[in-house]
């Protein structure tokens, strides 16, 4: 697919360069700050961008760029690169969309299939969160679970948590030793409640299920 690459960390930069090329991708251009990738992509059209969080032209200036790029190219999907999984800095990207966009820490996506699977699970129109913090948004928090997370059973917790890894129903049978019926019924349970109604698509209620806590944690916090 055709790649965008802003980061101000030059031998970060190259290193990605090369895993991009090594697993065939286009690039159409590597630039070391936000505004640069913005004036870049207003004439290269490209499938994914991909952002270090903390680089010019402020301290988060890929998400200023990434608010930008969103806005002037809709369907452009996003990966934002950082050395820490924080919770903010989901809440903000989660703020830009809920659609192809992913969250990786910039250790696990140093071989060619991890930044390929990413990029691909991108393009396809998912979200894709850093395991380890989406794990630590559904474990229990400090003195006990937020209210609307309380109500869930704990092989609930279990599901949603690997919802918020991105996996599918299978994928998730796999993990917990159940079958995909089961699953299904405890995704069911979940939405229900977590008061997502049903005539949302299963796609946006998946991820609602993991703003809704993210949300709840915050307002606890």
């Known amino acids: 697919m055709r790649v965008a690459l802003a980061e101000d960390g030059a031998l970060f ?3 990605l360069q090369m895993l991009l090329e090594a697993a065939g991708h286009e690039i159409v251009g590597s630039v070391a700050d936000g505004d640069a990738i913005v004036r870049l992509l207003a004439t290269e059209p490209v499938d994914v ?16 760029a990434a608010e930008r790029l969103r806005a002037l190219h809709p369907d452009m999907g996003l990966l934002f690169l950082s050395h820490y999984a924080e ?10 969309g809920t659609e192809r966009v992913g969250y ?5 996506v ?18 894709v969160i850093e395991p380890v ?19 869930l059973s704990e092989r609930e917790v279990d599901v949603l948590r690997l919802m918020a890894e991105g996996r599918s129903n299978n994928g ?15 995704i069911a349970n979940i939405f229900d ?23 709840s944690q915050r307002e606890d916090g």
């Open 110 to 127: 140093g071989s060619v299939d991890v930044l390929s699977d990413t990029l691909e699970r991108i393009d396809g129109g998912e979200i």
């Open 104 to 108: 990786r820490l910039k250790e696990k």
């Open 133 to 151: 913090l989406a794990k630590r948004l559904v474990e229990k928090p400090q003195g006990g679970r937020s209210g609307l997370i309380s109500a």
């Open 13 to 15: 930069r190259e290193g």
């Open 49 to 64: 961008a991909i952002l270090d969080i903390r680089m010019p032209p402020e301290p988060d200036g890929g998400l200023t």
């Open 87 to 96: 919770s903010h800095y989901l809440m903000r990207i989660l703020g830009i």
């Open 193 to 215: 409640k977590l008061g997502l109604q049903a005539d949302t698509a299963a796609h946006h209620r998946r991820v609602l299920a993991v703003l809704t806590y993210l949300r």
């Open 172 to 186: 998730i049978a796999g993990q917990l030793y159940v079958t995909p019926k089961a699953v299904e019924k405890h």
